[in-house]
């Protein structure tokens, strides 16, 4: 169809007809479409690699963000698609395109913010490119990071009966966000959970190892959204329950203000969180993470996307999932 | 130093100063600084990764390249990179952030264009992000390649005596985009040199296989900074002789109009030709390849880099190697 625009297609239409285009290599387990692509390395290990943009105006503002935090989070939000695996981290790769007006030390902050946050997950910056742009400051970032052999937690593994868990808290990144463009400062807490939102490595790792979750993926676009992805890989459906969703005191006290503000944590995005299904019933117990893990709903065989009211009646969100073309 | 600004630091004294910051991996066998990183595999390969950026309207202009083009090209720039170290390039990344009026159709001509050159120098589109962009069409390519262990050649191999060698031609990409920027209309080689440059993989492969060099890089920003790499990073100096350097006949007519255009040759950028030395004074022979090879100057131990005229006396280029934040 000629003329169509990006917004009547949407972000995962154009992924889909992109698809299409493509074919598969014999060293490639699995391509386009999960948090990370999987290649074959050696007979103990597979690479696992994803690649993400940062778009001044699109995913951050310059004035609630230091170069330093944008920094950190430039790394840990591609990190995150590896915890999302349940891989370790190994290298990243940054791209810059730079306007001129930004002083250098603004960038060595920015540098160091990243290098640093690399770092603190055991992982180093490998390579980049730095170019200047006319318009506004683009970041590219690369992670490639191993998982054994096999043992790579996909979209598409969550089965008839098994319970959804999603660790942390949801909506605080997104509540931050509102209040920011509602010219409102938001507490340190919010604040930092949207500036500096931390990857849960340590807990995909634990459950790769113990091999505890049948589908896993990070939480971007919000629960609604991204457990669409999980349902839609697997071929089931789910039934997530309202008042398990796992809120922080900082949620809950702007919730007693606006009720209408439980839409984020259903639909906010950049929560950075983990969202996972296991045939399990206990999983917290068996993680042992410094992370709570919080069990919000059950998989079930009809197709679709129910969230449930404590009266067992239906909740209906007024958001949408993100899309960056919507 | 407070609010220095890009310009005064420039690409290569930022890249220096994020170099700084960083510390190495036991799985880094080479970081930043080269044409790619380099990482241990296995015990007989090497994992080769690079990431580039691909700006409107400071890498390309959409009215001088259709869609499919820029597709090709921005595959075949990245891959040169693995090219440049002997690589074969396996998977690429791709990131696209996109302005709201490139019809879809535009978008599925350039992942089309994308694929097809991935495709044919043996590699897979294994996974990428897209986004809106309020500002230009940017591309973000990360690809990764493999080497036999040990054996990528690298920019700090060159020894006082190595012969200096480049493929193809040099100057056309840069004489094409001089007539775009005048206004005039390319011949259809030239622009076929600027829109859809070849990686050259066959011959960095046969160099790498046979043992042949012992330092290469491509040429992305004209041979007398890209040998200066080289240079810098072998700690040697170099002569070369100007009328050896390789021109095609299309060049070559232009030259006759006007004698300037030769800078064009030495600084003008876009080659993705390969640039290497050699103990071999007959590598022509050895390579087999069916792209030329052109023996244009000698490493030397006096530092810096001398263009010499038939005559034996020195050439002064007009242009310094392009910096993108110069």
Redesign the interface.
């Known amino acids: 169809?000629?003329?169509?625009?990006?917004?009547?297609?949407g972000?995962f239409g154009?992924?889909r007809?992109?698809q299409r285009?493509?074919?598969?290599?014999d060293?490639?387990v699995l391509?386009?479409g999960d948090d990370?692509?999987i290649?074959r390395?050696?007979?103990s290990w597979e690479?696992l690699?994803?690649?993400?943009?940062l778009?001044e105006?699109?995913?951050f503002n310059r004035q609630w963000i230091s170069m330093e935090e944008l920094g950190r989070k430039s790394a840990a939000v591609n990190i995150s698609d590896i915890a999302a695996m349940g891989g370790r981290p190994?290298?990243l790769?940054?791209?810059?395109?730079?306007p001129?007006d930004?002083?250098?030390?603004e960038?060595?902050s920015f540098?160091?913010g990243f290098?640093a946050e690399t770092?603190a997950y055991d992982?180093?910056?490998?390579?980049?490119?730095?170019?200047?742009?006319?318009?506004?400051l683009?970041i590219?970032v690369?992670v490639?990071g191993e998982v054994e052999s096999g043992r790579a937690i996909r979209r598409d593994g969550a089965e008839v009966g098994d319970a959804i868990y999603v660790s942390g808290t949801l909506g605080d990144s997104a509540l931050a966000l509102q209040q920011l463009l509602a010219g409102k400062q938001p507490n340190r807490y919010l604040l930092a959970r949207h500036n500096t939102p931390t990857a849960r490595v340590a807990l995909g790792r634990r459950l790769v190892q113990e091999q505890l979750a049948s589908s896993m993926l990070d939480v971007s676009d919000g629960i609604l959204s991204d457990l669409g992805h999980i349902l839609e890989a697997s071929g089931v459906g789910a039934e997530i329950e309202l008042a398990r969703l796992p809120l922080s005191d900082e949620f809950r006290a702007a919730l007693q203000q606006d009720g209408s503000l439980l839409d984020l944590a259903l639909a906010g995005g950049e929560d950075y969180e983990l969202l996972l299904t296991s045939p399990l019933k206990n999983l917290s117990e068996k993680t042992l993470s410094s992370v709570d893990l919080t069990r919000i709903g059950t998989i079930c065989s009809q197709p679709g996307l129910q969230v449930k009211n404590q009266d067992g009646s239906l909740y209906r969100c007024s958001r949408g999932g993100f899309d960056?073309?919507g």
């Open positions: 169809m000629h003329n169509e625009k990006l917004q009547d297609v972000e154009l992924i007809r992109i285009q493509v074919g598969g290599g060293h490639l391509g386009i990370c692509s290649q390395q050696d007979n690479l690699t994803s690649t993400d943009l778009i105006g699109v995913h190994k290298s790769f940054l791209g810059v395109a730079c001129g930004i002083p250098v030390d960038l060595e540098s160091r290098v770092n992982a180093v910056l490998a390579g980049g490119d730095t170019c200047r742009s006319l318009g506004p683009m590219s690369t490639q960056h073309f």
